[in-house]
């Protein structure tokens, strides 16, 4: 088979991949945390033949860091992070970190995100407040007082730059390398009475959605061209 074949199908691989990463991006445009998911790309170089003949891999998928924007509801439970840093959050396969900041307090006073997972403090234990104390008052560093008294402190914590982040329940990431806990408060903090949005620019997105969809057409029509031609080179050759 031509090597021309080898290389579209590579191409539609990677570019299939990448309008999978692009819609579920869109479709999470308003989830609050959510972290835009990348793929990068790499020419692979094979010398098997007369000539090197370069495909495309099948790109290796990275979660987007960069914050999102920051919008005012005015509840004292919404807490947004501005900075780096993370919550940790309780799952049912383990620790997992989030972005989300739109929190609730159950019957008992623990705090639980809006899916119901656990939201822990600085040693991996779960926040308890007091339901009947009023409205939690919560710092910059995470400490949450009510009457003026210290009940808890929610946990921040920074990834390590080399830190692989895979994606995990809703909003969450789950990183290859344990976080540690937030010592910089000066660059990172809580902000309470907000909630991060996506950091998700659909604008951008459906640009790079339309382009790759167009790219996906263009490699298939030339793909159907190579395979009319191969037909009509073998009826020529059978003599048909």
């Known amino acids: 088979m031509q090597s021309n074949i080898y290389v579209g199908l590579s191409a ?7 309008l999978d990463t692009l819609a579920n991006n869109m479709a999470n445009t308003t ?12 020419q ?10 370069s495909y495309a891999s099948r790109g290796e998928t990275h979660l987007s860091t960069m914050s999102g924007e920051l919008t005012e509801t005015g ?3 919404d807490v947004a992070i501005r900075g780096s840093s993370w919550f940790a959050v309780q799952t049912a396969s383990g620790l997992a ?8 307090m159950d019957e008992g006073g623990q705090l639980k995100t809006i899916t119901g997972l656990n939201v822990l403090d600085a040693g991996g234990s779960p926040l308890q ?7 939690p008052a919560i710092a910059k560093d995470g400490t949450i007082t009510q009457n003026g008294q210290q009940v808890g402190a929610i946990g921040l914590f920074s990834m390590d730059p080399a830190s692989k982040l895979a994606r995990g329940e809703g909003a969450t990431v789950i990183p290859d390398l344990t976080p540690f806990p937030e010592l910089d408060f000066n660059s990172n903090g809580v902000v309470q009475g907000f909630v991060e949005k996506s950091n998700v620019n659909p604008v951008t997105e459906l640009t790079k959605l339309i382009a790759v969809q167009r790219s996906f057409e263009a490699v298939t029509n030339a793909l159907r ?5 191969m037909q009509d080179t073998m009826k020529i050759l059978s003599g048909v």
């Open 225 to 229: 061209d190579s395979e009319a031609t």
């Open 31 to 42: 989830t609050p945390g959510f972290r835009a998911e990348k793929v990068e790309f790499e």
């Open 12 to 18: 539609q691989m990677a570019l299939s991949r990448r």
């Open 44 to 53: 692979l170089v094979s010398r098997s033949g007369q000539a090197p003949v």
């Open 97 to 104: 970190y989030s972005r989300d900041g739109r929190l609730q």
């Open 129 to 135: 407040i007091n339901p009947g104390a009023g409205p």
């Open 75 to 77: 509840s004292p439970l």
